[in-house]
């Protein structure tokens, strides 16, 4: 056995990440030391086992002096599937610190038959899009990218429903920019309510994957409404990666299995 309990830390920002610090935990006991970071986003994050360190590492060279500061042992890429520039900072940062990175991406989702999706590769792409087919539209973007979606919108006879966890970092309500703060996971019956309740005629999105969110698509689906997809940002970090945690939890076995 090593002296100390091996350390890993999680790129955070994700319920996968939330559910592989559980995991870990729940699993490894004190044979692991786990600390989990955030970006610092989210006024009120959910709860999170082990440690928690919040805010930015300053790029790729920031976090390979962290990850030797702090001796890090095990990385494990846990951000979310639309974050653009972590997944190549961590690949950077665990090479030039010689530590072994996993990339945890959950799977896209795939249109299934009735589902009238018109795909669009960015966000600024399904913003300029979205006034020509849609007049109530659920906004399902997430916060950061909120505001560009006002823009295109202003001056549009386009009513933007826009759901996120907080109201932090939204554009400010106007008559045609709501917002609905909620967390999910959402259900099928309270999606269908919610399309029914504010006659949406069209739902954005980016294509997260998941279950957690994936309500909404069938509620769209079952309604016959067209989809706009934003795919995922491109090129994807390289190296390897799982879509599932309990892969990853099965990644860390083998690696702490090695360091005895
Ligand atoms: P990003 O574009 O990849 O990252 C921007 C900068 O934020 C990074 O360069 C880094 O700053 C800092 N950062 C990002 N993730 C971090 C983490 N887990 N811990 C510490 N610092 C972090 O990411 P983003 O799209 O802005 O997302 C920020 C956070 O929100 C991530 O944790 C992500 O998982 C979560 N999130 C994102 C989305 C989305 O759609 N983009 C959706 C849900 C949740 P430094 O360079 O200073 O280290």
Redesign the pocket.
Known sequence: MTARPTSLLI????GEARDLADGAVARFGDGLAVTT???G?TKAPARLAGAVRV?????AN??ARYLRDEAVDLLIDA??P??????H?AARAAEAAGVPRLRLERAPWHPEPGDRWITVETTTDAAARTPALGRRVLLTV?G?EAAVFADAASGRATTLLCRAIEAEGLPPETPVFRHLLRRGPFDLAAERALLTEHGIDLLVT?N?GGAATAAKLTAAREAGLPVLMIDRPRPAAPGPRVERVDAALDWLAKRLEARR
């Open positions: 790129l955070g920002g994700t970071a955030l970006a986003r805010g930015g590492f300053g790029g920031g976090l951000t979310h639309f974050a653009r520039t972590m997944p900072n997430g950061q980016k997260s």
